[in-house]
């Protein structure tokens, strides 16, 4: 499969505390180009070997694919979670002008 330079990425977050601090750091290191968030989304999942349901907020962010590891590390250090939700999906197709975009306001 080829590999795509483009990458959305997605985190939960417990609350608006937590996703201002991350999405300041991200933003102002140039880690990501732009985040969109999505509130009151319902989350379930397993934890400590039972069920758990809990209302948090999708973090969506743009950034190229060579920023993942930091932008990881960095939310780890930000995140309260043990285990932070941290997923990247590869951008294939998009408009040029919008890659640019990401190009320009990315280290």
């Given at each position: 499969m080829k590999s795509s330079?483009?990458?959305?990425?997605?985190?939960?977050?417990p609350d608006e505390k937590t996703t201002q601090k991350?999405?300041?750091?991200?933003?102002?290191?140039?880690?990501?180009?732009?985040?969109?968030?999505s509130q009151s989304i319902k989350s379930y999942y397993w934890w400590n070997?039972?069920?758990?349901?809990?209302?948090?907020?999708?973090i969506t962010m743009t950034t190229l694919e060579?920023?993942?590891?930091?932008?990881?590390?960095?939310?780890?250090l930000l995140h309260p979670y043990k285990i932070p939700q941290i997923?990247?999906?590869s951008i294939f197709n998009a408009n040029k002008d919008y890659l640019k975009w990401i190009n320009q306001y990315c280290n």
């Open positions: 330079k483009y990458l959305l990425v997605f985190v939960t977050s991350i999405l300041k750091t991200l933003l102002k290191e140039k880690i990501i180009s732009s985040a969109q968030i070997n039972k069920i758990e349901k809990k209302t948090e907020t999708l060579k920023n993942f590891k930091i932008l990881e590390e960095q939310i780890r997923i990247s999906v």
